[in-house]
């Protein structure tokens, strides 16, 4: 049973352009959300996060926005850059569940 | 930054012997240490926490004797795969926690294990 969700596997945008990575989860008791970037034979390195009972939080051109309602989170990079180009996952705690990742490919 | 140092980041093996792989925190104290395993086009599944001095929890249908798990130390854990088959093969990442609870993980850059 998938508990963290990431129903894009890949996402292919513009440079320049806003890229939104969505992610949905099951378990009302998930309090806080991590973003992590990933490139090919590296671990993965740490975003953004954010607290449940927060609905927003900026780093820079990260923007993660929850929806606890709709158990949703999405991860907005704006303007997105070709050096973003990498997979995406999203993770959950209080146990860290990652979902399946989206691959972002950002094109000149 | 924090740093985690995974080794060997690839190894072949024959099978039935046993692999293991380290995992080392370089510049802060580990006190809770993660084991994931990653298959092609899929997430990663964590597979055990290790908290030094004590023995790690492993997660569901996780094989605790066939993935030994060692936390001697704040710096250095270390999973060992015991009598490795072919279906062993897989991305082995481990990630370290320095303090508190939520904090952002810090990861190895993973092990690419073969088992012929």
């Known amino acids: 049973d998938q508990q963290v969700k990431q129903n894009s596997p890949s996402l292919s945008v513009q440079e320049g352009r806003i890229s939104i990575l969505n992610c949905d989860y099951t378990n009302s008791m998930f309090d806080y959300f991590l973003w992590y970037k990933k490139y090919p034979a590296e671990g993965p390195t740490f975003l953004i996060s954010i607290s449940s009972i927060k609905d927003k939080n900026e780093d820079g051109r990260f923007t993660v926005f929850l929806n606890k309602s709709a158990k949703h989170l999405s991860l907005h990079i704006v303007p997105s850059q070709p050096g973003d180009s990498a997979v995406y996952f999203c993770a959950a705690t209080p146990k860290l569940i990652f979902g399946t990742g989206t691959r972002l490919q950002v094109f000149p | 930054g924090a740093v985690v140092s995974q080794h060997p980041s690839w190894v072949i093996c024959k099978s039935g012997t046993s692999v293991k792989i380290e995992c080392r925190s370089l510049?802060?104290?580990?006190?809770?240490m993660f084991w994931y395993r990653q298959f092609p086009k899929q997430s990663l599944m964590l597979m055990a926490t290790s908290n030094e001095g004590s023995k790690a929890t492993y997660e569901q249908g996780v094989e605790k004797d066939k993935f030994l798990i060692n936390h001697a130390s704040l710096t250095l854990s270390t999973l060992t795969v015991t009598s490795a088959h072919p279906e062993d093969s897989s991305f082995y990442i481990c990630s370290a926690s320095d303090s508190s609870y939520n904090s952002p993980l810090h990861f190895g850059n993973g092990t690419r294990l073969t088992v012929t």
């Open positions: 510049d802060f104290q580990a006190t809770t």
